[in-house]
C-alpha cells in the first residue's frame, strides 16, 4: 500500500491531470528523501505524438517526473506547505533507457541542499532495475 495516492500528492503540489505525472509516493523523509511511482498507461497525452507507431514518453517529461518527486518531499515540510518548487536548473542528464507503455517508473530523490530558497536534488528514475534516466535538479521555492 502506498504511503500516498494521487489525492495526498495534489495536497501537496498544484499540479493535476493531465500534468500530474506521479501516481504515488511510496517512502518519504520529508526534506530529505523521496521514493514516488508514475505508471505510464499507453493512453498517456504524449503517445499520441510521440512517436507515432513507436511511442516512447520524451525524456523531459522523464525529467519533469522526478521535479515532481522531488516538489513533493521539499514541500512536506510544514515550513514549505502552500510553496510551488520551480525548476532552477538541470544538470549532468543522461537518458538510459527508453521509458514506454506499460512501464512503471520508480523516481527516487535525494535532497543533498535545502537552504532558504533554494534546493538541489540528486535524482534517478528506473524500469525494473535499469536506469531510465538520472539528473541533478535545482529548485527554487517560490510562494504561490
Given at each position: 500500500m502506498p504511503l500516498m495516492d494521487k489525492d495526498a500528492i495534489m495536497q501537496i503540489i498544484p499540479h493535476r491531470d493531465?500534468?500530474?505525472?506521479?501516481?504515488?509516493?511510496?517512502?518519504?523523509?520529508?526534506?530529505?528523501r523521496v521514493v514516488a511511482t508514475k505508471t505510464v498507461g499507453p493512453e498517456s497525452f504524449w503517445f499520441q505524438g510521440?512517436?507515432?507507431?513507436?511511442?516512447?514518453?520524451p525524456g523531459v517529461?522523464?525529467?519533469?517526473?522526478?521535479a515532481q518527486a522531488g516538489a513533493v518531499c521539499a514541500l512536506s515540510l510544514?515550513?514549505?506547505r502552500g510553496r510551488l518548487a520551480v525548476f532552477a536548473g538541470i544538470d549532468?542528464?543522461?537518458f538510459r533507457r527508453q521509458v514506454v507503455p506499460g512501464d512503471t517508473v520508480r523516481l527516487e530523490v535525494e535532497l543533498l541542499k535545502l537552504?532558504?530558497?533554494?534546493?538541489?536534488?540528486?535524482?534517478l528514475a528506473t524500469v525494473e532495475g535499469q536506469r531510465?534516466?538520472?539528473?541533478?535538479?535545482?529548485?527554487?521555492?517560490?510562494?504561490?
Open positions: 493531465p500534468f500530474l505525472l506521479i501516481d504515488t509516493v511510496e517512502e518519504l523523509e520529508p526534506g530529505k510521440h512517436f507515432p507507431g513507436h511511442p516512447v514518453t517529461l522523464t525529467i519533469e517526473m522526478l510544514p515550513e514549505n549532468k542528464a543522461k537552504r532558504g530558497s533554494f534546493g538541489v536534488g540528486k535524482a531510465a534516466a538520472q539528473a541533478e535538479i535545482t529548485f527554487a521555492l517560490i510562494d504561490r
